[in-house]
Structure formats: structure tokens, C-alpha cells
């Protein structure tokens, strides 16, 4: 998938949207949720972990990243969930990956207001953030 936006010369240029990973971690059948602390317009909002994939990083070592800055936890990532979400109107692509916790290790809210452990009965009892939601 890629987006147009004009240079400074006016005419299109072609960039490709940056990819979001976020992690979809399964223990004992149920999957970790975490409400957004901010910002206020979504703060309250269910979301997995997760963030930007920076230059020069694969998917899967973005992801393994920010769930020891947001969780503390280490993880193994697994293949792929579900289908690219568009994002920003196109210029974020949000891709989720299964996980599951390494070593024993417990998730902490270090930067969510609270963590759930949903089964998959519970999944429609939060409020999901838009492309969390699918």
C-alpha cells in the first residue's frame, strides 16, 4: 500500500505508510487488553501493545521492544492476526502479531491505565480503539 503527498515542488511524491505492530498476547486462552492512558480523546480505550516500527527495525524486533518499554515483559512473536489496518488516513498501517510471554514474566501498566486479560466471550465488553477493534 502506498500514499501520495505533494513535495515542495507541488508535484506527488510516493511514500509508503509507516507500519505500526501491535501484539496480540495469548495466555491460558485469553488475550492481553490495555486501556489508553492518553491522549484525552482516546484515554480509557482498549488497545494491544505496542507502537512504530523505527528505521532500520524488522516488525517483529519493533514489537518485542515496546512490550519491555510498556509492559516490562519479553515476548516471542508468532505470525500474523487478522488483516492491515489503515490508519491516518492511509499514511499508518497498524499489523498484528500473536505473542505469547517468555520467562515467567508479568505485564505491568508501566504506560496504560489498566490491563485486562479477555477471554474471547469478554472481547466486545471493553471499548476497543478503532483499529484494535477487527
Not at 528505521?55 to 519491555?68: H, I, Q
Request: glycine share 10%.
Amino acid at each position: 500500500m502506498r500514499t501520495e503527498r505533494a513535495n515542495g515542488g507541488g508535484s506527488a511524491a510516493r511514500r509508503d505508510p509507516k507500519v505500526i505492530v501491535g501484539a496480540a498476547i495469548i495466555e491460558d486462552g485469553r488475550v492481553l487488553a490495555c486501556a489508553r492512558s492518553a491522549p484525552p480523546e482516546v484515554a480509557g480505550m482498549w488497545e494491544f501493545p505496542g507502537g512504530k516500527v523505527e528505521p532500520g527495525e524488522t516488525e517483529t524486533a519493533a514489537l518485542a521492544r515496546e512490550c519491555v518499554e510498556e509492559l516490562a515483559v519479553r515476548v516471542e512473536v508468532g505470525e500474523r492476526v487478522g488483516r492491515n489496518v489503515r490508519m491516518a488516513h492511509g499514511r499508518s498501517v497498524l499489523k498484528v502479531y500473536a505473542a505469547r510471554l517468555l520467562h515467567g514474566d508479568r505485564p505491568q501498566a508501566l504506560e496504560h491505565r489498566a490491563l485486562r486479560w479477555l477471554s474471547a466471550a469478554e472481547l466486545d465488553t471493553v471499548t476497543w480503539l478503532p483499529a484494535d477493534a477487527p
